[in-house]
């Protein structure tokens, strides 16, 4: 059990980690030769030229400006000037909303703080439980007098807890209520005033019906002429060159070793770089490199030009499925948000993604296998939850000094020491628990892949919601059973099974400690990590050095990044899960966590700024995911409030505390019917008068130049010779099909 000089240590260990990690950031932002990884953002927006371009060779390098480093933190007030109307034109209203996340917290946990500090933690402070309670095996420590554990079972001090837990929830939803008016607002403010995009006109159509007298152009061609005649302008099939795609990715890495074998050998003409033709170059046989890639170049571009024409010719290349464009955004408004045919299972419509946000590759699954590909997910989801359970459990419990004792006798005079003993459980729990999670986001993300969306941001999405079931299940309820089981091992089999309740009700507030320690390793030490960019950076130099010929190819080698909202969203929701749990059981876990989000709000509004490129904007559609999530920790808060003060022999209380789950879940309703409509609507009368104001601006708009190339497969934008663009030219052919019928 982490004592208070345990959290200090492990404390001292992160701030520590903090300050070599923001120093090292301060330091190298300041020079030159790595000006295009702090400074992407502006790069990519053309507005910022490379310092190395002038001045002497080592300044073109190395910053020399002393006064610079001693403004080393000069970027925390730059990062704050920036208005949010300004970061909106600038980033997008994606990433200031995401950033309204941390801001959120802020607004929920101080005033939660300044209550629980002035009133819970004397409240719980003065009695005398812990030290009167004598169980084998049971060890406590000053920072769990700080929690409802010290309050004595059936003690009249629980209606203390009882009402800041209706006053935690009501600020909290207050808070919910304002942000989500604030948020619906910016969206439908934002919509109405962005500029003309492709998909405000065009909606996608899917599980087109075949017909033995039509093609799959000519049946959507015919289809929206004759239902929508008055409105429709113009459509695109969807092509399966998921086989092409993968070619052309295959030959664009051959031709990235052709150029760094021929840069090294420019570089060194008295010797040919040689390669070897196995897995990486591990084995096989030696050849010349520079030979052997420019071959298989030759040999991947006939392939290349063979599926090209082949997803030309082929029928069975065009998928059942197909982007129509229309006229006037009140017009695709309608067809995205009505039923198309007598049969609800064809012709389904949907808003269209923006084209940069489309995941090309499950556009080719047919729509009838979505089902089967869900319910697959579904399961590997639930088996990856509850089996990781399993090693995270097994290595918690030997993060631990008791289990590295069992573990390893012989290290038991090493880890006896202070320090030692402090740093495994203080800080040790936490990294362990950080290292398990590193592919988990990789991994989830390929389950969203496989179950088939068909957007990126609708993908991460789908990976942050199970990113955040996991972490409630793994992470919270894990931990706190799991390593309360562990712990107290003994006293339950010794104990009476009538005893247990007091021993659980007692012992669950406890793992506190170990969030405590996990918060400052992930929320603290990580976030420093996050800005300092060593991956992009050492990436960067790397390509920099081998494969960079020119500007664009330095332009390719950056490596912005973006905020992540499938591994962002659901690490910032479990501070929102452990702060509103523990709020009214242990206060002292929530200064922690404002720590965090007032940190992170700084480092990343900081990167949005300066470095991260989104990959695509959806206009806040994320925030009712958002909203929903912190609603969901809210009542897994009332409920364990419930539970621990049953166990408290306070269940004389405990039906004062039902209403408060079921006024929450109303709250819920009402905002979900008020303003989620905002996120998933178009209203008919904001389209109307964009398109009216449009008209009057631009009555000479070409909208059909405008919208004929916005959503073909990006594989036949990239090339440029004369094939793909005859191939390009037939697919934007929209002439009045004659049916056949």
Not at 14 to 29: H, T
Not at 178 to 204: C, G, H, N, W
Not at 259 to 272: G, H
Not at 639 to 646: D, S, V, Y
Request: glycine share 4%; proline share 5%.
């Amino acid at each position: 059990m982490a004592t208070i000089g345990d959290i200090g240590v492990s404390a001292a260990i992160n701030l520590l980690a903090v300050f070599i990690f923001l120093l090292a950031f301060a330091i190298l932002r300041l020079q030159p030769f790595n000006d295009r990884v702090y400074f992407s953002k502006w790069y990519l927006k053309g507005l910022r030229s490379s310092p190395m371009q002038a001045g002497a060779f080592v300044r073109k390098f190395v910053n020399l400006d002393c006064r610079s480093y001693l403004r080393f933190l000069n970027w925390i007030p730059e990062s704050l000037k920036m208005q949010e109307l300004e970061l909106i034109d600038h980033a997008g209203l994606d990433s200031a909303v995401y950033l309204r996340i941390y801001l959120l917290g802020l607004k929920i946990f101080v005033p939660i703080a300044f209550l629980a500090w002035s009133i819970l933690v004397p409240v719980n402070w003065t009695n005398s439980t812990l030290d009167k309670v004598k169980l084998t095996n049971f060890t406590s420590s000053d920072i769990d007098k700080l929690s409802a554990s010290n309050v004595p079972l059936g003690s009249n001090r629980f209606w203390t807890h009882i009402v800041l837990a209706y006053a935690f929830t009501f600020w909290t939803c207050y808070v919910l209520l304002k942000e989500y008016e604030t948020v619906a607002s910016m969206r439908l403010q934002f919509i109405a005033s962005e500029k003309r995009r492709p998909d405000q006109f065009t909606v996608l159509v899917r599980n087109v019906p075949p017909d033995s007298d039509e093609s799959v152009s000519e049946s959507v061609e015919h289809f929206f002429l004759v239902n929508h005649q008055d409105n429709y302008l113009t459509y695109q099939v969807v092509y399966n060159a998921n086989k092409l795609a993968k070619l052309v990715k295959k030959m664009r890495r051959m031709q990235n070793w052709l150029d760094y074998y021929q840069l090294k050998y420019s570089r060194n003409s008295s010797r040919r770089p040689m390669t070897k033709t196995g897995f990486l170059g591990c084995w096989g046989e030696r050849v010349d490199a520079i030979d052997h890639y420019t071959s298989e170049i030759e040999k991947l571009s006939k392939e290349v030009v063979e599926e090209r024409a082949r997803v030309q010719k082929d029928p069975k290349s065009i998928m059942p499925a197909a982007f129509v464009s229309f006229k006037s955004r009140w017009a695709a408004a309608v067809c995205a948000q009505t039923q198309q045919s007598r049969n609800p299972t064809l012709w389904l419509t949907e808003w269209a993604p923006e084209p940069r946000d489309v995941y090309w590759e499950n556009l080719a699954i047919p729509y009838v296998n979505l089902t089967i590909r869900w319910l697959i997910t579904a399961v590997a989801f639930f088996f990856l939850t509850f089996f990781f359970m399993i090693p995270i459990t097994f290595v918690q419990s030997l993060a631990s000094i008791e289990g590295i004792k069992k573990a390893a006798p012989f290290l038991k005079p090493i880890i006896e020491r202070d320090f030692i003993k402090s740093f495994i459980q203080g800080f040790l729990p936490g990294i362990v628990l950080k290292l398990f999670l590193i592919f988990l986001s990789t991994i989830l993300m390929t389950m969203s892949k496989f179950e088939g969306f068909i957007s990126v941001s609708s993908l991460e999405r789908r990976a942050a919601t199970r990113y955040y079931l996991f972490n409630l299940v793994n992470v919270f309820l894990g931990t706190i059973v799991a390593g309360t089981a562990l712990d107290e091992l003994k006293t339950f089999l010794k104990q009476s099974p009538n005893e247990y309740h007091k021993t659980i009700g007692v012992a669950i507030p406890m793992r506190a400690t170990f969030f405590i320690t996990y918060i400052m390793v992930d929320g603290w030490a990580g976030i420093a990590a996050e800005i300092l960019m060593l991956k992009p950076l050492i990436f960067y130099h790397f390509k920099n050095f081998f494969l960079v010929k020119t500007e664009k190819d330095r332009e390719e080698a950056m490596d912005p990044g973006s905020i992540g909202f499938n591994t962002g969203e659901p690490q910032i929701q479990l501070y929102f899960l452990l702060g509103l749990v523990y709020a009214a059981v242990t206060p002292m876990l929530i200064p922690f966590i404002i720590i965090f989000f007032g940190f992170a709000y700084v480092v990343v509004r900081h990167q949005i700024i300066n470095v991260y490129n989104q990959e695509y904007e959806s206009a806040a559609a994320f925030w009712p995911d958002v909203h929903g999530r912190v609603i969901t920790t809210l009542v897994i808060s009332q409920i364990c409030l419930m539970g621990l003060l049953a166990t408290k022999a306070a269940a004389q209380s405990t039906p004062f505390l039902i209403a408060l789950p079921v006024l929450t879940l109303w709250f819920h309703r009402f905002c979900k019917a008020r303003y989620e409509p905002a996120f998933v609507r178009y209203p008919l009368q904001e389209a109307m008068m964009k398109d009216t104001l449009e008209r009057a601006r631009e009555p000479q708009l070409n909208l059909k130049a405008y919208l004929q190339n916005a959503y073909i497969h990006p594989i036949f934008k990239a090339d440029q010779d004369e094939d793909d663009e005859e191939f390009i030219n037939k697919l934007n052919e929209s002439v009045l099909v004659p049916t056949k019928r």
